[in-house]
């Protein structure tokens, strides 16, 4: 993140150039991700405008503190496994300096990869490059937190269930996916069962998201602030798109 904003401020003289050009990238990527999972163009359109409406996206799309590198990347190395998938676990792994919160999306990563429409063996070796990845990088990161602190962090049940309620006062201004939430993710199930394969996917994805929030407070001390929802809304709006599709992958 940084190498891209000194880079803004060295090329532009401005350091939210750079930020807004990857705003720019990630509704590109939605829109072709969008598109990619459905093979409509429609949907991709529907996706990118539901996404452009959301007053969190709205609120980080030129910020330099919490830029949109790391939910680019990751969304970019979902769509790296149709157009080429050796290089989705090089983008999931430029997603982590970014912001190491993607290495907890792994579990959905990896179930995406399976549902893909790719041989078995790409789907093993993604997955596994993926996995690997992640998880050397976690245990390196994890024993030399232990190292250097010594202390481990204790689970809290209460910091955990109000996670749950920082979504609802996280994006409160955004009252589409406030409004529609529970029914996309219902209708994402009911249309993963009548033929449209990635209904299911981006439901999990969506899900994942949901309970980020909980784990990240429940387990650690941090606190939820509103652009760790930004992916959220990225899946609801490719979700939305997802919804109005009506031919299978």
């Not at 998938?85 to 990563?109: E, G, H, N, Q, R």
């Not at 939430?181 to 449209?196: A, E, T, Y």
Request: charged fraction near 10%; charge should be positive; include cysteine.
């Amino acid at each position: 993140r940084y190498f891209f904003l000194k880079a803004s401020i060295t090329l532009f003289g401005n350091d939210r150039v750079i930020p807004l050009l990857a705003s720019a990238a990630l509704l590109i990527v939605t829109y072709f991700f969008t598109k990619t999972i459905t093979q409509k163009r429609f949907a991709g359109i529907v996706a990118v405008v539901v996404l452009m409406q959301s007053n969190v996206f709205l609120t980080y799309d030129t910020t330099v503190s919490y830029t949109n590198f790391w939910i680019l990347f990751y969304l970019l190395s979902l769509y790296m496994v149709y157009r080429f998938w050796p290089l989705s676990p090089v983008s999931y792994l430029l997603s982590i300096p970014s912001k190491a919160l993607t290495a907890a999306f792994l579990p959905m990563s990896i179930y995406f990869i399976l549902r893909c429409n790719i041989s078995k063996k790409q789907k093993a070796i993604t997955a596994g490059i993926t996995a690997g990845i992640i998880l050397a990088g976690g245990i390196a990161s994890i024993a030399g937190v232990s190292t250097s602190q010594g202390t481990e962090e204790e689970f809290s049940s209460k910091e955990f269930w109000m996670g749950f309620t920082s979504f609802s006062y996280q994006l409160r201004f955004d009252g589409l996916v406030m409004l529609f939430m529970i029914p996309l993710i219902v209708g994402l199930f009911v249309v993963s069962k009548s033929g449209i394969k990635h209904g299911e996917s981006i439901m999990v994805l969506i899900s994942g998201m949901l309970l980020i929030a909980p784990i990240l407070t429940g387990f650690t001390n941090q606190t939820n602030q509103p652009y760790r929802f930004v992916p959220l809304v990225v899946f609801f709006a490719i979700g939305v798109g997802v919804l109005l599709s009506k031919r299978q992958v």
